[in-house]
Each structure stands twice: as structure tokens, then as C-alpha cells.
T-cell receptor, first 113, second 109 residues
Framework: NAGVTQTPKFQVLKTGQSMTLQCAQD?????MYWYRQDPGMGLRLIYY???????DKGEVPNGYNVSRLNKREFSLRLESAAPSQTSVYFC????????????FGPGTRLTVT | GQQVMQIPQYQHVQEGEDFTTYCNSS?????IQWYKQRPGGHPVFLIQ?????EVKKQKRLTFQFGEAKKNSSLHITATQTTDVGTYFC?????????FGKGITLSVRP
């Protein structure tokens, strides 16, 4: 099992460009999450999907959109990238929401210039 | 506001010393999870605590949930260089999914 995979691993964007971060899990998990990690800020939840067909905003959703394509895949889209979105993005999945351990992908390091 | 607080954000210890860190909340928590992130890596689940006063051990790591379920501690006995990393607490209390800001542990050999 690959666990949680994320693509790309690194990306550089110019301000105003758009891109989609891809995430897939092969553990048959119901819940999936997108976090961003900035120095000194810990992990902040952007969006999550408690189950296939549902998505909810987290702590910092502005400037992002998500799609739960199917049970395996959960993508994060930046429509118009801004320098403030420079961060490391982690996707995670769990059997269920909140009381189950989360499995994280390796992360995507995004720089917006 | 933040559900769980971790202070300080950095701690440096000499190899062999014990280390304790805390995760605090102003509200009662349904559960606490602890994760470890090695430098350059991704967070990895360590443990979950659910019951009041619960204590769990993993080799040199001891985790405890407070009696009032408003705080949790992580204690490492005789730290080793392999303990280096950032330790985060997480809770799904009150329908909010929140990580603490973490404490980064460095160990001097």
C-alpha cells in the first residue's frame, strides 16, 4: 500500500497563476483533509471531507477550493495564487472524522513569487 | 480561538535528560492525539487518549490525559537524538479539528 500520495512535491508559481494539488489514498478511508504548515503556526486545516460527497471549511479556507473526486481522491485548487499561500501543504486521511488517527502524505512545498 | 495550546515552541535538552511538554485547553476535550514530525518529514501519529486520567506508554514515551480532560502531557525518559522533531497535539473537540502549534525538540549529543 502506498498510503497517502501527493503530487507535485515541489511547485513554484507566479502571483495570479492557478494550480491543483492532488491527493490520493489507498486505505479505503472515509475522511480526508488538507492542511497548510507555516513556520511557528503549526498545522492549520484548510478544508476537509468527512465522507465522499461532502466538504467543509476549516480554519483557513480563503483562496482555496476543494473537490472530493471519489473516495480515494481529494484535490486542492488555488485559483489565483498569492505570496501568502507560500507554504507546505499536507493531505491526510482517516477512517472517520476527529477520533481516528490521521495518515499524512509527504507534502507539497509551494512557493508563490 | 485556538483549541489547544502548546508552550514553549522550542526546547533544547542534553541527550540523556528527561523531557516533558504539555498541551492545554480552556475547554473539556473529547480526545487528544499526539503526532511527531521529523525535520523535513510529515506528521506521524503516536497515540490517542480518550479517558480522564488515562496514561499510555510507548517505550520511553509516556502520555497522560488530565483528570479534567483539559490538558495532556508527553514525557520522554532519557532523550536520545532520535527523539528530535516537532511534537503536536490534536483534538477534534467541539467539532473543530485543531492542531497545537507544536514544540520542536532538539537534543545535544
Amino acid at each position: 500500500n502506498a498510503g497517502v500520495t501527493q503530487t507535485p512535491k515541489f511547485q513554484v508559481l507566479k502571483t495570479g497563476q492557478s494550480m491543483t494539488l492532488q491527493c490520493a489514498q489507498d486505505m479505503n478511508h472515509n475522511s480526508m483533509y488538507w492542511y497548510r504548515q507555516d513556520p511557528g503556526m503549526g498545522l492549520r486545516l484548510i478544508y476537509y471531507s468527512a465522507s465522499e460527497g461532502t466538504t467543509d471549511k476549516g480554519e483557513v479556507p480563503n483562496g482555496y477550493n476543494v473537490s472530493r473526486l471519489n473516495k480515494r481522491e481529494f484535490s486542492l485548487r488555488l485559483e489565483s495564487a498569492a505570496p501568502s499561500q507560500t507554504s507546505v501543504y499536507f493531505c491526510a486521511s482517516s477512517v472517520g472524522r476527529s477520533t481516528y488517527e490521521q495518515y499524512f502524505g509527504p507534502g507539497t512545498r509551494l512557493t508563490v513569487t | 480561538g485556538q483549541q489547544v495550546m502548546q508552550i514553549p515552541q522550542y526546547q533544547h535538552v542534553q541527550e540523556g535528560e528527561d523531557f516533558t511538554t504539555y498541551c492545554n485547553s480552556s475547554t473539556t476535550l473529547s480526545n487528544i492525539q499526539w503526532y511527531k514530525q521529523r525535520p523535513g518529514g510529515h506528521p506521524v501519529f503516536l497515540i490517542q487518549l480518550v479517558k480522564s486520567g488515562e496514561v499510555k506508554k510507548q517505550k520511553r514515551l509516556t502520555f497522560q490525559f488530565g483528570e479534567a480532560k483539559k490538558n495532556s502531557s508527553l514525557h520522554i525518559t532519557a532523550t536520545q537524538t532520535t527523539d528530535v522533531g516537532t511534537y503536536f497535539c490534536f483534538t477534534g473537540a467541539n467539532s473543530k479539528l485543531t492542531f497545537g502549534k507544536g514544540i520542536t525538540l532538539s537534543v545535544r549529543p
